[in-house]
């Protein structure tokens, strides 16, 4: 996270955290492609999917992190796994890769108050409720379901 400002901004905040794309492939030797369903494409198809980290200030905004989901036909065997990104990583939902990249920003002091995610991050109870004892506002959408 080299690069991001060390002095706060009049309203900083970590924006669009966790946004997930997903980038179709016709083949499948890239990095994490299988075949999943993409919003991007709405259908299932061969993609990857990433996990994207921006920071927003009223100045601007840039990236700050970003990781690529491996799905686990990527990482349980490692025997036959088709990529060399499988010897070195596990599979990881996109809400834990969010939240280790938020995670990673509150250690290495980042100045934000805020994170916004979609409703594939709010559904996690969990995570909002690790924003709330680490005193992180937080907007993330949610199914009309969710009650906590």
């Known amino acids: 996270m080299e690069g991001v400002p060390r002095r706060p901004h009049r309203r900083p905040g970590i924006g669009r955290t966790g946004r997930a794309r997903r980038r ?6 890239s990095a994490g492609v299988q075949r999943q369903y993409s919003g991007t494409a709405g259908r299932t198809e061969n993609c990857q999917t990433g996990v994207f980290l921006a920071y927003a200030t ?6 700050i992190d970003r990781r690529l989901c491996l799905p686990a036909s990527w990482t349980d065997d490692r025997e036959s796994a088709p990529g060399p990104a499988s010897a070195t990583r596990s599979a990881s939902t ?3 890769i969010a939240r280790a990249m938020v995670r990673r920003g509150i250690t290495d002091k980042i100045p934000f108050r805020w994170v916004t995610a979609d409703a594939a991050y ?3 109870k969990g995570w909002r409720s690790g924003l709330e004892r680490a005193d992180v506002f937080h907007v993330m959408a949610t199914t009309r379901h969710d009650t906590g």
């Open 94 to 96: 996109k809400v834990a």
């Open 122 to 124: 709010g559904f996690s």
């Open 58 to 63: 009223d100045c601007g905004r840039t990236l």
């Open 24 to 29: 179709a492939e016709k083949g499948t030797r």
